[in-house]
């Protein structure tokens, strides 16, 4: 019998991991790295370090042998892709070549599958990608096709067809549905507007080009409708991570589960306390209904925040809690102690600016740069009086939420009327307000001035409007635009509205305008609410002179920047909430928190929309690090001679009261001494402790 020898080894313990997650992570954002595949939802509070948590489980799927090209990693930016992807490779070293993961913004990713199996959908794999502006373009041209543009009523602008379509595909709604919910007034085009999309559909399929909205559309069909393609990338896929998962919408959250079907292993990271975009489709029951769609999914909550101090945070917590439809958590702040929040009524809201540009200038003067500041705001007009109290004082600042104020289109197509009234050899201002109506453009417009010069009193075009021989002159498809820009006209130039340039400014909206804006823009109520806080600001004003004058003039002073030593790049950021999410500052204002106007009115029909503003003051509060100051009129600007009291916003007043309430309230004084403002520079204000009620240049602006 042959003897054999037969080595036994003992166990060696596995080989140690390249990354020491402990020392560089905190204990909830290490269950989230080292959860075991499957469906995972992680709630990563404001601050909370999501992306870096996100990044480290990157990081240990590879780390644990999961092939790069096998991992799709689902962002909202390009921009944050390449920053997760850089730190990953940084962390794995030279394991894996991270280049090859499938990261990037859904649209990214899904040019790239279509690169690949457009064919299984009828198009080349050459197909070209259509921009907005090209977009635009191809639903104008799908319009002049089936004979749109021309009637008694005039049809609405590509651009707002294309938003109608756009809102349709991403929202996977009926058309009929979201003209009800959007744009009932066109509800009445609904067959006109379904044709106009059919053959836009058509004619992208026969030049083989897509837009951007198509790219989701396609990748879904590929994975509805092709199962042999669906299960190649279900195959290729082994583990799907989606980052900022509460701003999904209905078609995206679609893509995401049908692509982690196969493997079910599935990491969304999101936050539903900061999901606030509904009005760009984003589906809250996305993430709102997700352990719903995946039964014992596992559920993790960041909560330590490493951006406010505990007194913000004290603050934004019980806010949130007022909501019912959430995930509860409570943020807990990795920060020292700070100054509580300032709860700060003020009397109306050149009171209110006048608060926030003294107390930047004091800041700034205890060493908080400019660019360390930000205002923010439910609706961009609340930033007008805000932006000319800045422009006033030279206070140097940039707007996230869109343009100047006073340098919005539609603020310049109603000073227009205002300005021809007041000077009617303005020939430009006549002319932009001509080309508001249907059936006047440029040559027109040209035509109608110089008729108007030729058979007008040269002194005063104003009242040749009136001649019958003018209108008579007007080529006959512009009359009926023309009669109506004539007739609004002279009813502003009534003498009686010289002294009420608040009433002029109402008259223009209510006079077409209005409908103007609605028929032509997806935010046309916006807009109209825009001129309606300008009508405020006009009220205030003894005549159309004084008003105009002082429009002029700080329009010119909105271009310069004259604090003395501030840095080139040194501003004031003002924004709206939405434009500031994902930002933070030390020193955070939040004004206009009245109710009606945050949260806005018409948001308050549903107790989900309510929810929803309530998250947007949520988010509003967490952009602040240090510093948090809440601001609220008392009273409303006047209106044809009234004031109006206003209640401060439910979202600060069913915060908790007396000794338990999470802020300081402070009380304005008014100084008995007029602030004089330097001619060229602020930087030579002292700090004081309050805002005068009225600086020297500022009393004209009211009766």
């Known amino acids: 019998m042959a003897i054999r020898t037969y080595t036994l080894k003992s166990a060696q313990p596995a080989p140690a991991l390249r990354i020491d997650y402990r020392s560089q992570l905190n204990e909830e954002q290490l269950a989230v790295v080292e959860a075991a595949a499957g469906p995972t939802l992680v709630i990563a509070g404001a601050g909370s370090g999501k992306t870096r948590t996100l990044t480290f489980r990157v990081a240990r799927l590879i780390e644990q042998g999961c092939p790069p090209e096998s991992l799709l990693l689902l962002t909202f ?107 009932p007034q066109f509800l009445a085009m609904l067959e006109k507007i379904g044709a106009v999309a059919a053959r836009f559909a058509e004619r992208k399929h026969e030049m083989q080009v897509m837009d951007f909205d198509d790219l989701l559309v396609c990748w879904k069909l590929l994975l509805t409708e092709r199962p042999e393609v669906r299960v190649k990338l279900q195959e290729r896929f082994r583990a799907v991570l989606v980052d900022e998962y509460q701003d999904t919408n209905r078609l995206q959250g679609d893509i995401v589960d049908l692509m982690a079907a196969g493997s079910r292993n599935l990491t969304v990271v999101g936050d539903d306390a900061q999901s606030i975009y509904s009005f760009r489709g984003a589906d809250f029951t996305n993430i709102i209904e997700f352990p719903a769609r995946y039964p014992g999914c596992g559920l993790y909550r960041l909560t330590r925040n490493y951006r406010s101090t505990p007194e913000v945070l004290e603050l934004a917590n019980a806010s949130i809690a007022c909501n019912r439809r959430q995930f509860p958590k409570e943020l807990v702040s990795a920060r020292p102690s700070g100054p509580r929040p300032a709860l700060v009524p003020v009397r109306d809201v050149y009171q209110q600016a006048e608060f926030v540009a003294q107390r930047i200038l004091e800041l700034r003067d205890e060493g908080v740069s400019l660019s360390e500041q930000a205002v923010l705001y439910r609706a961009h007009h609340h930033s007008m009086e805000i932006q000319l109290e800045l422009a006033r004082r030279g206070i140097p600042f940039v707007v996230r939420s869109g343009v100047r104020f006073l340098e919005q289109a539609h603020i310049k197509d109603v000073l227009a009327y205002l300005k021809f009234v007041h000077n009617p050899m303005d020939e430009l201002a006549f002319k932009r307000v001509l080309k508001l109506y249907p059936g006047i453009g440029s040559g027109i417009a040209d035509d109608v001035w110089a008729l108007l010069m030729r058979l007008g009193d040269r002194t005063s075009p104003l009242a040749a409007l009136q001649r019958p021989d003018v209108r008579q002159a007007v080529p006959k498809r512009a009359l009926p635009g023309f009669e109506r820009a004539a007739d609004t006209l ?176 402070l009380r304005i004084e008014v100084s008995p001494e007029p602030l004089v403002l330097p001619s060229a520079t602020v930087a030579a204000l002292p700090p004081v402790a309050v805002a005068p009620e009225c600086p020297e240049g500022a009393e004209h602006r009211r009766r």
């Open 77 to 183: 930016t390009n921009k944050a892709a390449r920053e997760m992807l850089k730190r990953v490779g940084e962390l794995c070293g030279g394991l894996a070549d991270v280049r090859r993961i499938a990261g990037g913004t859904f649209h990214h990713v899904a040019l790239s599958l279509l690169r690949e199996f457009a064919s299984a959908l009828g198009y080349s794999e050459r197909f070209t990608l259509l921009d907005r502006e090209d977009a635009r373009d191809l639903v104008a041209a799908s319009i002049g096709d089936l004979g749109l543009s021309v009637g008694p009523r005039r049809f609405p602008k590509a651009e707002v067809v294309l938003d109608l379509i756009s809102a349709a595909v991403n929202t996977e709604k009926p058309l009929e549905e979201v003209l009800v919910d959007r744009r």
């Open 490 to 665: 002279l009813d502003l130039a009534d003498h009686r509205l010289q002294s009420a340039p608040g009433e002029m400014v109402q008259k223009v909206l209510s006079g077409g305008y209005e409908d103007y804006l609605r028929d032509q823009f997806l935010n046309g109520e916006v807009r109209a609410d825009d001129i309606r806080q300008m009508a405020d600001f006009a009220g205030g004003f003894a005549t159309l002179h004084d008003f105009l004058s002082e429009v002029c003039l700080l329009a010119e002073f909105e271009s310069e920047d004259v604090v003395e030593g501030s840095e080139p790049d040194e501003q004031v950021t003002l924004s709206s909430v939405h434009q500031a999410k994902g930002l933070e500052w030390r020193a955070v204002f939040v004004v206009w928190l009245a109710d009606g106007r945050f949260p806005l009115a018409i948001s308050l029909r549903q107790p989900a929309e309510e929810e929803e503003e309530r998250r947007l003051f949520y988010v509003a509060s967490t952009r602040a690090r240090v510093e948090l100051y809440l601001t609220y009129p008392l009273v409303a600007a006047p209106r044809d001679n009234e004031r109006t009291l206003l209640k401060i916003s439910r979202f600060v007043e069913e915060l908790p009261d007396g000794e338990k309430a999470p802020y300081d309230r």
